[in-house]
T-cell receptor, first 113, second 114 residues
């Protein structure tokens, strides 16, 4: 089954404790992206990647890092999480930037206390 | 500055009637538009898209209309069904130049009433 898999689905952590949210896709997509969804703000892009070893900042990249060492994986790294990073995170992939739309993962709900 | 605007946070429609969700954009570079549907505890799923060379695209009960001069698009759902109750996101991008992804609106929560 073609899918984007995120882990974990739920995570509660403390301020300053480094964490990684993994994202993997099995569709051989070049383009991958991370979004966060917050009440009243919709979906905002954090980082994206056009292909292996090619990453760039989205609209809200502060406090986040990403890497794209393999085509299928695009982990989101929070080096020192803060409470304002409490959010619902989605990873997405696509064959190209526009295409017929992204395939999204099921989301990761992160709470930073 | 919000480049994609969905000004109705919620919309309630009776089952069987037409649902019309609206979206406005400000960036004239956008030339490709998409609608996504999102249920609670799930990721958004692609619904329908339209290129700026068209003014209408239809897929079953879903039709998207694009008015480029007004920088406005709308999603029509006819007839509305209970399973259509979800949050709908409008998204836009430009296919040439740059590498930005999709810019999303804030979403409209559609509630289909029996």
């Amino acid at each position: 089954e073609a899918q984007v898999t995120q882990n974990p689905r739920y995570l509660i952590t403390v301020t300053g404790k480094k964490l990684t949210v993994t994202c993997s896709q099995n569709m051989n997509h070049e383009y991958m992206s991370w979004y966060r969804q917050d009440p009243g703000l919709g979906l905002r892009q954090i980082y994206y990647s056009m292909n292996v070893e090619v990453t760039d900042k989205g609209d809200v990249p502060e406090g986040y890092k990403v890497s794209r060492k393999e085509k299928r994986n695009f982990p989101l790294i929070l080096e020192s999480p803060s409470p304002n990073q409490t959010s619902l995170y989605f990873c997405a992939s696509s064959t190209r930037r526009t295409g017929n739309g992204y395939t999204f993962g099921s989301g990761t709900r992160l709470t930073v206390v | 500055d919000q480049q994609v605007k969905q000004n109705s946070p919620s919309l309630s429609v009776q089952e069987g009637r037409i649902s019309i969700l609206n979206c406005d954009y400000t960036n004239s570079m956008f030339d490709y538009f998409l609608w996504y549907k999102k249920y609670p505890a799930e990721g958004p799923t692609f619904l329908i898209s339209i290129s700026s060379i068209k003014d209408k695209n239809e897929d079953g009960r879903f039709t998207v209309f694009l008015n480029k001069s007004a920088k406005h698009l709308s999603l029509h759902i006819v007839p509305s069904q209970p399973g259509d109750s979800a949050v709908y996101f409008c998204a836009a991008t430009y296919s040439g130049g740059g590498a930005d992804g999709l810019t999303f609106g804030k979403g409209t929560h559609l509630i289909i009433q029996p």
